[in-house]
């Protein structure tokens, strides 16, 4: 078993297993090596990746995104710029040996669609980092399969309930790797989100189904965006808080305001808020780093041909966005677990304080 600690400049640890993707951090820690208590702001360097290696996406271009009821919030539909050149992307990795545990290969497209993915994965593992993917399915084969069996810590699968989607969960759970759904949850998905919990129709084998918000970004409506006054949004996470469910399930930190004011059941050390900018950052393939993927402002962003990653991590953008955080939703008994929710776009958070008196 591989396990990583790291001592942070900020007075932490942070652990890693290599092996199942199980991360744990102390918090701030006095001059006796004890913990305080107090929780970690953020990290001298980022500890995940989201690292956006495809310009264009094969899957949107041919429409099917938008034939399965999907809203890509990279422009998936429409956008066709080119990949991240397989140099660049050894250039990143090598900045992150032994400062960043993990990443997240996406972008604009299914990652096992870049011309040169298995020499990406094998790079990742060759600098001593664990990738991981997220992909419609459309283009999988078992030739890419093997290969992210043999370098990647998990696989997602976006999901579309094509035949391809099921296609792609049953090759990779064939090949052993740990298969994660990944769902987009917004209105008009709700009600299916309660049907799957509630039937448990989760299919055979994947590990978890992960919960994502939708967005109102890129071709992501604001008329999809969830609201805590529908009642199938308490349905939600009252189902999520039962023992038996919430062991089945993940979701993603634009969740937490949500799951903090509605879930007192679920402990919220085993949960974390927004990490983008604390602990995470997103890199897109035009090489633009920025806290958060979802950010297509470029009001944060700055360009790793003019300057490092750990430059920019520790610059006075990314100084802006953290300082954003440390302003909202004072006064709040949930701000120490949510952080108040998204710095960009906070009519996503669902805790139903946020638009009434913290904003």
Not at 62 to 90: D, H, R, T, W
Not at 264 to 281: K, L, T, V
Not at 298 to 303: Q, R, V, Y
Request: aromatic content about 10%; hydrophobic content about 35%.
């Amino acid at each position: 078993m591989a396990i990583r600690r790291f001592t942070d400049r900020g007075g932490f640890i942070s652990i890693f297993n290599d092996e199942n993707g199980d991360y744990m951090r102390t918090g701030i820690l006095d001059a006796n090596g004890i913990d305080t208590g107090e929780e970690p702001f953020c990290s001298e360097f980022p500890q995940l990746l989201d690292i956006g290696i495809m310009g264009h996406c094969i899957h949107g271009l041919n429409g099917l995104c938008s034939s399965c009821g999907v809203e890509c919030y990279q422009s998936g539909a429409y956008e066709n710029q080119p990949n991240m050149i397989f140099e660049y992307f050894k250039n990143i990795i090598s900045q992150c040996e032994g400062r960043t545990f993990q990443v997240a290969l996406g972008g604009r497209g299914d990652p096992e669609m870049h011309e040169n993915f298995e020499d990406i994965l094998a790079c990742c593992r060759h600098f001593g980092i664990v990738p991981n993917i997220t992909t419609s399915g459309y283009g999988l084969t078992r030739s890419l399969s093997s290969a992210i069996a043999k370098y990647c810590g998990a696989a997602a699968v976006s999901w579309y309930k094509t035949s391809y989607t099921y296609r792609a969960i049953d090759m990779l759970l064939e090949k052993g790797v740990t298969t994660n759904i990944h769902f987009v949850l917004g209105k008009n998905s709700i009600s299916e989100a309660v049907e799957l919990l509630e039937q448990n129709k989760i299919p055979q084998g994947v590990s978890r189904i992960i919960f994502l918000l939708h967005k109102p970004v890129g071709q992501g409506s604001r008329e999809r965006v969830l609201s805590i006054e529908d009642p199938l949004t308490r349905d939600f996470f009252q189902l999520i808080s039962k023992p038996e469910i919430v062991e089945k399930i993940g979701f993603d930190s634009c969740l937490v305001p949500g799951i903090a004011a509605h879930c007192p059941q679920i402990p919220h050390e085993s949960y974390d808020a927004c990490e983008a900018g604390r602990f995470s950052a997103y890199i897109g393939p035009d090489l633009k780093m920025t806290p958060c993927s979802f950010d297509k402002s470029d009001k944060f962003a700055e360009s790793l041909y003019e300057k490092s990653i750990s430059d920019i991590w520790n610059g006075d953008k990314f100084y802006g966005y953290r300082e954003a955080f440390k302003k909202r939703c004072q006064g709040c008994e949930f701000v120490s677990r949510c952080l108040g929710g998204c710095p960009i776009e906070g009519e996503i958070n669902l805790c139903g304080k946020y638009n009434q008196k913290y904003k």
